[in-house]
């Protein structure tokens, strides 16, 4: 297995008293963020979450704000712009989108509860060459939907999965 060093970060607290985001578990990939600030969102409120820290990332990485997996399936709680772009020039607070998509259930965060978790990852960065024309592929211009839904590969209905109004 190959080595996997972290990669040292800088951190700054906007909020003295946060606890430093962290992995629950060696092997996440997910640092859990909290908010500083309680909250009540209403069915199809949304909020912007401050978390109390910035960051300063490698150049060559970035950051991304995810949601959390038991706070949606238990709450319905998504990120509006889900995952969040943290530039690594970015040395502002680290703030979160938050949309309680509940239909009927008030959500509240209290201060220092996690409201998603944050991944660093390396980023390539690529310069663009105009060209008239692109070469071809085996998937071509087919898009949204062109393979089917169903598991029996490339077909021309929509599956079995309908949209009911
Ligand atoms: O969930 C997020 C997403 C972004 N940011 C911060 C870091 C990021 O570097 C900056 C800008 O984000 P983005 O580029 O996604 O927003 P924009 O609307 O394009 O703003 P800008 O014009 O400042 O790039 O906002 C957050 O704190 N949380
Ligand atoms: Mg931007």
């Known amino acids: 297995m ?38 009540e969102l209403a ?12 960051l300063a990332l490698p150049d060559g990485y970035a950051a991304f704000v995810h949601p959390r997996s038991g706070l949606a399936a238990r709450c319905g709680v998504a990120l ?16 979160v989108i938050v949309v309680n998509l509940d239909p009927r259930e008030t959500v509240r965060f209290e201060r220092f509860d996690r409201i998603a978790q944050l991944v660093v990852q390396q980023v390539e960065k690529v310069s663009f060459h105009e060209v008239a024309e692109l070469p071809g592929s085996a998937r071509g211009n087919g898009g949204f939907g062109s393979t089917g839904t169903s598991g029996s590969g490339a077909d021309t209905t929509a599956g079995s999965a309908q949209h009911h109004s």
């Open 80 to 95: 509006v712009n889900s995952p969040g772009t943290v530039d690594a020039g970015y040395r502002g607070e680290i703030k």
């Open 2 to 39: 190959s080595e996997n060093r972290p990669v040292d970060v800088l951190i700054a607290r906007v909020d003295p008293e946060v606890p430093l985001p962290s992995y629950a578990h060696p092997g996440d990939a997910g640092a859990d963020l909290v908010t500083t600030r309680s909250a």
């Open 43 to 54: 069915p199809g409120e949304r909020a912007v979450l401050p978390t109390g820290i910035s």
